[in-house]
């Protein structure tokens, strides 16, 4: 567990990095009011064992060079189409890089920001508990605090990397129509092609 007497130094810029963010709509303004609730009040807010309420996660809305598809993932655990993302590594405080290194270990592929402030979305959403198994022991239900990030990819030849069973580029013109996150159907919606 880490040390919760001491609060990570980047929580002040990184709540006004969330405050910046212009809402979409209403769930999203509600995700960024909870998000800076949690940064503020959180003595962990990084720490994946920190499940009242929930803890931060960072992803990545992953597209091409010409920002007209998309990259999503099918979580094994979830058994979703989602984008890439996760859990921040111990000691890991920059969400930015968090979102780059799943965006990698689950897809095989390099990733730039894409934008000159990158953070892109914010999400919160529930997690179901999880039993026991193994040496994994059990999770009760909680949120994640999805802080994501707009990540343009070195190449188009993904593969499906660590807790992912398929990867597949989709076509941002047909998101809408998917049956996806709705949350992650409003993210794709703020794409624009180059």
């Known amino acids: 567990m880490p040390d919760e007497t001491s609060a990570p130094t980047i929580l002040p ?3 006004e990095r969330v405050g910046r963010l212009s809402p979409a709509d209403t769930s999203e303004a509600s995700s960024q009011a909870r998000i800076l609730e949690l940064i503020s009040t959180a003595s962990a807010p990084f720490y994946r064992g920190h499940y009242m309420p929930g ?3 960072a992803s990545a809305v992953v597209v091409d060079p010409s920002r007209t598809r998309a990259l999503l993932i099918f979580h094994e655990k979830l058994q ?3 984008q890439p993302g996760g859990h ?3 000691g890991e405080e920059d969400p930015l890089v968090a ?3 799943e965006a990698q270990e689950e897809t095989g592929l390099a990733c730039e920001p894409g934008l000159p402030e990158p953070l892109f979305d914010l999400d919160v959403h529930t997690i179901p508990a999880r039993a026991a198994k193994g040496d994994r022991p059990a999770e009760p239900a909680h949120d994640h605090f999805d802080l994501r990030f707009l990540l343009v990819a070195s190449s188009e030849d993904a593969i ?3 807790g992912v069973t398929a ?3 989709i076509e941002l013109s047909e998101a809408q129509g998917l049956d996806l996150d ?3 159907r409003r993210a794709l919606a703020k794409v624009k092609p180059l």
């Open 13 to 15: 810029a990184l709540a």
């Open 55 to 57: 803890h931060l996660t």
């Open 80 to 82: 979703l189409w989602l």
């Open 88 to 90: 921040f590594e111990p």
């Open 99 to 101: 979102a780059t290194r």
């Open 160 to 162: 499906a990397g660590d």
């Open 167 to 169: 990867v597949r580029w």
């Open 182 to 184: 709705p949350g992650l």
